[in-house]
């Protein structure tokens, strides 16, 4: 199954990008290298929005306390973090970023 999360055009390659799904999920797309990825765009450490942070070599950096995330595999990566975000299978198809699963 999948579900579309936003417009190919929404996400600037080097950028993030909140989604609200309207269901309590808010995530956070990134294109990086072309490809698109996805996280929980809560950060693990606090009540912040990663999709406000800044992309730094292929990681997030959280707004509040400078902690970074590898966004490929929601790893932190980067103190005051020390948990995992959840990371979600995505796709890009007809000017479109889909959901997987
Ligand atoms: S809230 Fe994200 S690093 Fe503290």
Redesign the pocket.
Known sequence: MTERLCASGDVAEGEVFQVDLGDGRILAVYRLDGEVFATDDL??????S?ADGEIENGQIV??????TFDIRTGEATGA??SIAIRTYKVTEEDGAIMLVG
């Open positions: 950060c693990s450490h606090g009540d912040a990663l959280c707004p509040y306390h400078m902690g005051p973090c």
